[in-house]
């Protein structure tokens, strides 16, 4: 994938824009084509394979409830506030070796996913964030997206969905992560808020099966729950009266 992360947390701070650097929307740094992608060790194309575990919400570890059997994950909230405070005391040079470590932890994290240690790879991508400058924001966005789907991989998908969420604050249009959230939210049964993903899957990429047929399929089964949830309102209603 373009290299695998992303957010663990509401608490999360909004991104600064002190930095104008512009995200760019073409994927040069990992790869557009399946031999770029294998050649940079980008994990993100499991997201767009309909037929991975990633790209599905299967997850190994997870028990058949759906919850992860392993423990929680640690603590992996990245401040950006502190960030954007302590990057203002640094020069360029020391902004520059930022940079450099922070593409280090994001390789090591790709490795370490390629190898099933989503645990580890979780760890390098938080310490990537940390060390990635916030003006660098395609960088960011693709940290925190491979962050993500790590999580996914050890059942923690509400996790997952906040690391989409935060990749997409630093693009908009990063189409693997709006992909990965949308299918993320109809498995959380979150289905008005995976109807507006795939729309704007459908907006950027009209030839997007997938989410044309669930743009398509949502509507009548939300219609439907909608239509429930009132009945059962009116009868609450009617029993209190």
């Given at each position: 994938?373009?290299?695998?992360?992303?957010?663990?947390?509401?608490?999360?701070?909004?991104?600064?824009?002190?930095?104008?650097?512009?995200?760019?929307?073409?994927?040069?740094?990992?790869?557009?084509?399946?031999?770029?992608?294998?050649?940079?060790?980008?994990?993100?194309?499991?997201?767009?394979?309909?037929?991975?575990?990633?790209?599905?919400?299967?997850?190994?570890?997870?028990?058949?409830?759906?919850?992860?059997?392993?423990?929680?994950?640690?603590d992996d909230y990245v401040?950006?506030?502190?960030?954007?405070?302590?990057?203002?005391?640094?020069?360029?040079?020391?902004?520059?070796?930022?940079?450099?470590?922070?593409?280090?932890?994001?390789?090591?994290?790709?490795?370490?996913?390629?190898?099933?240690?989503?645990?580890?790879?979780?760890?390098?991508?938080?310490?990537?964030?940390?060390?990635?400058?916030?003006?660098?924001?395609?960088?960011?966005?693709?940290?925190?997206?491979?962050?993500?789907?790590?999580?996914?991989?050890?059942?923690?998908?509400?996790?997952?969905?906040?690391?989409?969420?935060?990749?997409?604050?630093?693009?908009?249009?990063?189409?693997?992560?709006?992909?990965?959230?949308?299918?993320?939210?109809?498995?959380?049964?979150?289905?008005?808020?995976?109807?507006?993903?795939?729309?704007?899957?459908?907006?950027?990429?009209?030839?997007?099966?997938?989410?044309l047929i669930a743009t398509?399929?949502?509507?009548?089964?939300?219609?439907?729950?909608?239509?429930?949830?009132?009945?059962?309102?009116?009868?609450?209603?009617?029993?209190?009266?």
């Amino acid at each position: 994938m373009d290299n695998p992360s992303d957010s663990k947390l509401d608490g999360n701070k909004n991104v600064s824009n002190n930095c104008e650097t512009p995200v760019s929307n073409n994927e040069n740094d990992v790869g557009s084509s399946k031999d770029e992608l294998n050649a940079q060790g980008d994990f993100e194309k499991l997201a767009l394979n309909d037929e991975s575990e990633e790209a599905n919400g299967v997850d190994k570890e997870e028990s058949e409830s759906g919850e992860s059997k392993e423990p929680p994950l640690a603590d992996d909230y990245v401040d950006e506030e502190a960030l954007k405070a302590e990057e203002e005391k640094l020069t360029p040079e020391e902004l520059s070796e930022r940079l450099t470590k922070a593409k280090e932890h994001k390789d090591k994290g790709n490795e370490e996913f390629k190898e099933e240690q989503y645990r580890e790879s979780i760890m390098s991508y938080t310490k990537g964030l940390l060390q990635c400058p916030l003006c660098e924001k395609e960088l960011r966005s693709i940290l925190y997206a491979n962050r993500g789907a790590a999580k996914i991989k050890i059942g923690c998908k509400d996790l997952a969905v906040m690391d989409c969420s935060k990749s997409l604050e630093y693009n908009p249009d990063y189409m693997k992560s709006l992909i990965r959230r949308a299918k993320l939210y109809e498995e959380l049964d979150k289905l008005d808020e995976a109807l507006e993903d795939y729309k704007k899957i459908v907006s950027l990429d009209p030839s997007n099966r997938e989410a044309l047929i669930a743009t398509q399929r949502l509507p009548p089964i939300i219609n439907e729950r909608n239509e429930k949830l009132k009945t059962e309102m009116l009868g609450k209603s009617i029993i209190l009266n």
